[in-house]
């Protein structure tokens, strides 16, 4: 008689995860399928990304929001002549989406010992995981790296060796250099690490894995000028976030829009945590107890580091792009304590498949994540065809925000000028960001030559074409004064000038404009609410 968790199990683990595998993929092609032109924050990779030469990527680097290796990587994309157009950015962001379900099937073979299924049903089905683990931004490279360097980590420390030594280094170093988060998740791996180490009583294992986290933090070293410049340029998006909303900036990121997906995390998180709890107090062999400790340390040290980087290094609101490769992390985690929960049950092993199977049926029963993630990343490149057709020369196009004409530059092609709102200007050596600063130094009077530039069109007769939503001010009170930063009403923090001067705009509006028509922008289908902005018609001066 075949044991329970025997040859037709794990036949049916295959089977079920080659499933679980295609499924994922799938939602990764619709999500590139749909996902259109670029949006701004692709877009800045790409900048960096299609120089001429590798050399000039690097010295330009600062100028995106990662380490080295991901304007490498899509550099070498681009020069290898698939170009630096949208299709093509499209597809190498969609490689990576699907490369990133076979790591994850990988890396929960190599630490859990059984195909992942929990692992593939929750970051396969993840809206966040799929959209932005597979747009033209490095997230989804920083998640693969995670996880290899995870694997590499736990294959170290299980079969320590000159050779598992090299690749835990290799693939930390790795990890360092595709995300500035990684790092912290190293601390965390590096932790759950010595804990086997000092089960094992192999010292010389807590030693190597010292020297290879003094490798990856040395790694850094080529960031420097880079990590500086970041924190001297984005000094005007910082501001003082709440742990509590990072941890429900996090939970929404999990499972955005599918119900049914959160409470499958949450239910992947207890069963973990019991099946790491069973597996300490009662071992069935000591890899399992290894492996379990390996996975308890691992979860709880990367949340407790996750939250030190929150707190003490970004400043900035996070977004559920911020907390990929912590999802990562944690689903491989959980799956090592279901796996060992499972070989204590009655046909654990069929039991598990089925539960997986089951949700996997009743989320593709309904159109969560499906429609979740058949999502355009912006239509400010459809609202820029838009207006192209009817501006005139003596038209003008103002873009607000001021950070969206990042989007807009790329995809005009019309005869009317266009300024941002604050008209900074793009250039390929340097972030808008320190004009934006100096604008703010000028208090109310930041955006003042942008408002005559507007008046001046509409009394000669031109129109101005608003890519953005003025905010009107209340009719029974002046608009708030707005001194000059960092004295105004959160320091050198930009949100509160954006929102000033758009209301000065709208006072504009208001006691000027003659005509305001709103004009229907383009419908493209669901939208990245990051881009997704109207178009507003002004014409004629009272």
């Known amino acids: 008689?075949?044991?329970?968790?025997?040859?037709?199990?794990?036949?049916?683990?295959?089977?079920?995860?080659?499933?679980?595998?295609?499924?994922?993929?799938?939602?990764?092609?619709?999500?590139?399928?749909?996902?259109?032109?670029?949006?701004?924050?692709?877009?800045?990779?790409?900048?960096?990304?299609?120089?001429?030469?590798?050399?000039?990527?690097?010295?330009?680097?600062?100028?995106?929001?990662?380490?080295?290796?991901?304007?490498?990587?899509?550099?070498?994309?681009?020069?290898?002549?698939?170009?630096?157009?949208?299709?093509?950015?499209?597809?190498?962001?969609?490689?990576?989406?699907?490369?990133?379900?076979?790591?994850?099937?990988?890396?929960?073979?190599?630490?859990?010992?059984?195909?992942?299924?929990?692992?593939?049903?929750?970051?396969?089905?993840?809206?966040?995981?799929?959209?932005?683990?597979?747009?033209?931004?490095?997230?989804?490279?920083?998640?693969?790296?995670?996880?290899?360097?995870?694997?590499?980590?736990?294959?170290?420390?299980?079969?320590?060796?000159?050779?598992?030594?090299?690749?835990?280094?290799?693939?930390?170093?790795?990890?360092?250099?595709?995300?500035?988060?990684?790092?912290?998740?190293?601390?965390?791996?590096?932790?759950?690490?010595?804990?086997?180490?000092?089960?094992?009583?192999?010292?010389?294992s807590i030693a190597g894995l010292t020297v290879i986290g003094l490798a990856a933090v040395a790694s850094l070293g080529i960031e420097a000028r880079a990590m500086a410049s970041t924190a001297r340029d984005t000094i005007i998006d910082q501001g003082d976030y709440p742990l509590a909303a990072r941890i429900a900036m996090f939970r929404d990121s999990l499972a955005p829009g599918v119900r049914l997906l959160a409470w499958t995390w949450a239910a992947a998180a207890l069963a973990g945590t019991a099946g790491w709890v069973v597996a300490w107090l009662r071992p069935m062999d000591r890899e399992e107890r290894e492996r379990a400790l390996f996975a308890a340390v691992t979860a709880t040290a990367s949340v407790a580091c996750t939250c030190a980087y929150l707190l003490l290094l970004v400043r900035v609101s996070t977004q559920h792009w911020y907390y990929l490769t912590l999802m990562a992390v944690l689903a491989t985690s959980f799956e090592v304590g279901i796996v060992a929960l499972a070989r204590r049950l009655p046909y654990g092993a069929f039991a598990r498949a089925a539960l997986v199977a089951g949700v996997a049926l009743a989320l593709a029963g309904g159109s969560g994540t499906a429609a979740m993630v058949r999502l355009r990343m912006t239509n400010v490149d459809a609202v820029a065809v838009t207006i192209a057709k009817d501006a005139r020369p003596d038209d003008l196009v103002v873009v607000l925000p001021w950070y969206v004409g990042t989007t807009f530059g790329r995809y005009w092609r019309g005869t009317a000028p266009w300024i941002a709102f604050p008209d900074v200007h793009f250039t390929d050596t340097a972030r808008p960001h320190g004009q934006v600063a100096e604008r703010m130094t000028r208090g109310e009077d930041g955006v003042r030559p942008e408002l005559e530039r507007i008046e001046t069109t509409l009394r000669a007769g031109g129109r101005v074409w608003i890519v953005g939503l003025p905010l009107l001010p209340p009719k029974d009170r002046p608009v708030e004064p707005l001194p000059p930063a960092p004295s105004g009403p959160e320091g050198w923090a930009s949100g509160p000038y954006l929102e000033g001067w758009a209301l000065r705009l709208g006072a504009l509006l208001r006691t000027g404009v003659r005509d305001v028509w709103k004009i229907p922008p383009p419908d493209v289908g669901r939208v990245n609410e990051h881009e997704n902005l109207p178009i507003v018609l002004l014409e004629g001066w009272r």
């Open 1 to 204: 008689m075949m044991p329970p968790d025997g040859r037709l199990a794990r036949s049916v683990d295959v089977g079920l995860g080659c499933a679980l595998a295609l499924a994922a993929v799938w939602l990764r092609v619709e999500y590139v399928r749909h996902a259109g032109a670029l949006w701004r924050d692709e877009i800045d990779s790409v900048n960096v990304a299609a120089r001429a030469t590798l050399g000039d990527v690097l010295a330009h680097q600062q100028l995106d929001s990662f380490p080295v290796a991901w304007v490498s990587a899509l550099h070498g994309w681009i020069a290898s002549g698939f170009g630096a157009g949208d299709a093509s950015v499209r597809r190498f962001g969609g490689m990576i989406g699907v490369l990133t379900v076979g790591i994850v099937w990988w890396c929960g073979r190599r630490i859990a010992g059984r195909v992942p299924l929990v692992s593939l049903l929750l970051l396969g089905a993840s809206a966040s995981m799929v959209v932005y683990g597979s747009e033209v931004r490095g997230y989804g490279l920083a998640t693969i790296a995670i996880l290899c360097s995870l694997a590499a980590t736990c294959t170290y420390v299980t079969q320590p060796g000159t050779g598992t030594f090299l690749v835990a280094g290799l693939a930390a170093v790795l990890a360092t250099q595709t995300s500035y988060a990684n790092p912290f998740l190293l601390v965390a791996t590096a932790a759950a690490g010595a804990a086997v180490a000092i089960l094992r009583r192999e010292w010389l």
